[in-house]
């Protein structure tokens, strides 16, 4: 919510509601039901539905934070409330929807504290940003950062699908409901879409593409939890 046009838009603000409401229920849909409605013969995994819960309720309270920004706090500067908002998003939802992406791949624990971590220089940049009033600062450096952690995270993220492939065809004879090849396609389409919110400057149409989107990613999540088949609990995320 980067424009005041979307506040004084009432089917964007339904929509904003709408859209903040279900990732909150879906959340909690996640947390709270021990059994699949969308395939109730499958095993999930409770490691990857924890962290996709944690990432739902990351974006209902993302969508929180920016309407009260928006209309209660910081109306007034909008720089800082929008470097403000955009770093609570840098240090939540971005290491949270990595961790949801690791934790698909059940061969081994892959640890998520590096790439939190590598948020560190985004928020300290974007910190100064607001001392400064310094869109150089606040936005444009955390940003080309944010999109080489990112572009990092794919190469990586592209080389542990092979190598999880290469462990279930070693260890199962069969792949139903155990493949992942779905979440490195989901992964890059999530970074495109990434990019597109990021690089919304308050255009009417974005704001409402980033809801979609962000339904649309939801629902893909659900699904991919509830049909990715647990192969092994030793480990916990």
Known sequence: MYGQESIFDPFFMALYGGTALLTLVAALYLLLRRSNAIAPDVRSSRVLRRWTAAFFLASALSHL?????????????????????????????????????????????????PWWLM??????????????????????????????????????????????????????????????????????????AYEVYTTNAGELMREYLAQVLTLVIVGFLVWRVETLEELQNEWEG
């Open 65 to 113: 934070w920016w309407f009260v920004l928006g209309t209660v706090w910081l109306t007034d500067d909008r720089l800082v409330r929008n470097l403000t908002a955009i770093m609570l998003d840098h240090l939540t939802l971005v290491p949270l929807v990595l961790a949801v992406l690791l934790a698909m791949l059940q061969d081994h624990r892959r640890p998520v504290w």
């Open 119 to 192: 948020q560190v220089p985004v928020v300290v940049m974007g910190a100064v940003g607001i001392d400064r009033h310094d869109v150089f600062w606040g936005y444009t450096l955390p940003h080309c950062w944010q999109v080489a952690v990112i572009a990092a995270f794919v190469v990586y993220y592209v080389f542990a699908v092979r190598r999880y492939g290469r462990w279930l065809l070693d260890n199962f004879a069969d792949l139903d409901r155990k493949e992942v090849w779905q979440s490195l396609v989901f992964a890059l389409a999530l970074f495109a």
